[in-house]
């Protein structure tokens, strides 16, 4: 991989995330929005499904040697080393109940080692994005340019903000008790979820974000943000992984405090 490859993919996967986060606006917040059932019981919109299908095609005309994993369509398998793997929307249960902290998500694999990451929170007009060795980048409403996104300082779980998505994820995946303790020891929890929790820790506006239940299309953008922003992103052991059906962002500070909650030792 050399640099022109990643600059041209980084430009184009921020180009892309934004304008399909345009079009899921188009959806956001009408009453005669129709929600679906899939069969794991989950919600799909028009606009989720509308939103992918933009990504693919401008993927697809830009670089058609790329492989694609979306989340609502198969596969298109690729001939290249880069695989994009992209989430239209991220949070589509906030987004039916017109909860603004939903994102459009692309994340571009290199051999299967994250490269890329854009998350664009469309309502909020605010977006971040990471290419490797290229730091994280943080572009907010009203912005003339984007600033560099950094994670917090906090060096202590007393002082620390952690977010999470659900409750009943926890108890789903049998591992109340971590939520439990982390809540009897950091300062402010809130459910600011899915991918907006990842973003305010790359932000420095909280310190820990955990999921015990996780897709790939859900984290693939967020490793290399959140490691171009100086924090951590793993499962629930400390690997640095995206493919573990799991995830803890933290601001490195607190890594090994909120692992040994974790890993129950």
């Given at each position: 991989m050399n640099d022109a490859d990643l600059k041209a993919r980084l430009e184009l996967a921020v180009d892309a995330a934004r304008r399909?986060?345009?079009?899921?606006?188009?959806?956001?917040?009408?009453?005669?929005?129709?929600?679906?059932?899939?069969?794991?019981?989950?919600p799909v919109t028009v606009a989720d499904r509308q939103a992918?299908?933009?990504?693919?095609?401008?993927?697809a005309a830009a670089f058609p040697d790329d492989a694609v994993l979306g989340e609502e369509m198969p596969e298109r398998p690729g001939t290249?080393?880069?695989?994009?793997?992209?989430?239209?929307?991220?949070?589509?249960?906030?987004?039916?109940?017109?909860?603004?902290?939903y994102g459009t998500l692309v994340g571009v694999e290199y051999d299967k080692q994250s490269v890329?990451?854009?998350?664009?929170?469309?309502?909020?007009?605010?977006?971040?994005?990471?290419?490797?060795?290229?730091?994280?980048w943080w572009h907010l409403r009203g912005a003339d340019k984007p600033r560099q996104a950094r994670v917090s300082q906090v060096d202590r779980l007393e002082e620390a903000t952690f977010c999470i998505t659900s409750v009943g994820e926890f108890v789903?995946?049998?591992?109340?008790?971590?939520?439990?303790?982390?809540?009897?020891?950091?300062?402010?929890?809130?459910?600011?979820?899915?991918?907006?929790?990842?973003?305010l820790v790359a932000t420095g506006r909280a310190e820990i974000m955990i999921e015990p239940e996780l897709s790939l299309w859900d984290v693939a953008a967020l490793l290399p943000i959140l490691e171009e922003a100086g924090g951590t992103f793993t499962d629930w052991e400390g690997n640095p992984t995206i493919y573990s059906g799991e995830g803890v962002a933290t601001n490195g500070r607190l890594r090994e405090k909120v692992l040994a909650i974790t890993r129950g030792k």
């Open positions: 399909a986060g345009e079009l899921t606006l188009q959806y956001f917040n009408r009453p005669d929005l129709l929600v679906e059932r899939k069969r794991d019981g989950t992918e299908e933009y990504l693919r095609n401008r993927i290249s080393p880069f695989r994009w793997i992209v989430d239209p929307i991220d949070g589509t249960k906030s987004f039916v109940h017109g909860v603004p902290l890329i990451g854009v998350v664009v929170l469309p309502a909020l007009e605010e977006y971040v994005y990471a290419a490797r060795g290229q730091g994280a789903r995946a049998g591992r109340l008790s971590v939520y439990d303790e982390l809540l009897g020891k950091c300062r402010l929890v809130r459910g600011w979820g899915d991918c907006f929790g990842y973003m």
